[in-house]
């Protein structure tokens, strides 16, 4: 498909804040830059380990503080997207054997992967609103569905995505019981050209540019209803199976 997907969405609720985390990346700055267009919303912001407050995936207490400074500004948290993830590091590309597995480099990705945006959920779903439409996104990754796995490899992002699936799906069982009408999905963004994908752009694999997978990706998030809390879904707004 090359055109953003359109659904008969969900109003969102008058004003609100909007929040981007991750907001320096590829990714988040495009979003950011679509959200911060939408009059939607009376307030967008993007948080990073680079914004005033700072917030990074690997120190809980900047996430506290982060989510702190949120419930300060008056605004309900109508949307948060977590546009984190770590796929590969300097000196360490994605395994393709078992042979290639190192303890340090698997830590560090659950760490960014899973733990940090188990965190995000810790601070920041309670902030959603108890009434009215509320959303938290992060993006998963299609490689981390067990089921659509056919080629192996990449073992430390791909349990990590996972372990996120899962964090996902539980989280939004949680929040039903408190915030109905809140959602909380996994998202595939489809492959960005970004700074994380740059290594494999000569794959076979679609590209998508920032702005445009941005695009797509709202238009996702505006078709979702409360009953899909909890998915994993496509870039498309297809379902991605676990």
């Given at each position: 498909?090359?055109?953003a997907p359109t659904h008969s969405a969900n109003p969102w609720p008058a004003g609100g804040l909007a929040l981007v985390i991750g907001a320096s990346g590829g990714i988040g700055a495009a979003l950011l830059a679509h959200l911060q267009a939408d009059l939607r919303f009376a307030q967008v912001l993007g948080l990073s380990r680079s914004s005033q407050p700072a917030l990074d995936l690997l120190n809980e207490a900047s996430i506290a503080q982060a989510a702190a400074h949120v419930a300060g500004l008056g605004q309900p948290l109508r949307l948060l997207i977590d546009a984190t993830g770590l796929l590969h590091s300097p000196g360490q590309p994605p395994e393709k054997s078992w042979q290639q597995l190192d303890p340090v480099q698997m830590a560090q990705a659950f760490a960014?992967?899973?733990?940090?945006?188990?965190?995000?959920?810790?601070?920041?779903?309670?902030?959603?609103?108890?009434?009215?439409?509320?959303?938290?996104?992060?993006?998963?990754?299609?490689?981390g569905s067990i089921g659509d796995n056919k080629l192996g490899g990449w073992y430390s992002y791909r349990a990590s995505k996972a372990a996120l699936n899962q964090l996902v799906h539980t989280a939004a069982i949680e929040l039903r019981r408190r915030q109905p009408q809140a959602l909380c999905v996994a998202l595939h963004p489809?492959?960005?050209?970004?700074?994380?994908?740059?290594?494999?752009?000569?794959?076979g694999?679609?590209?998508?540019?920032?702005?445009?997978?941005?695009?797509?990706?709202?238009?996702?998030?505006d078709g979702?209803?409360?009953?899909?809390?909890?998915?994993?879904?496509?870039?498309?707004?297809?379902?991605?199976?676990?």
């Open positions: 498909m090359d055109d960014v992967n899973a733990i940090g945006p188990a965190l995000l959920m810790k601070h920041f779903l309670p902030l959603l609103p108890r009434q009215g439409h509320a959303v938290f996104v992060t993006l998963s990754a299609k490689v489809g492959t960005v050209a970004t700074a994380l994908s740059a290594p494999f752009a000569k794959t694999l679609q590209v998508q540019a920032p702005d445009h997978a941005a695009a797509r990706l709202l238009g996702v998030i979702l209803q409360a009953a899909d809390s909890g998915g994993f879904f496509n870039h498309d707004g297809s379902v991605l199976p676990w």
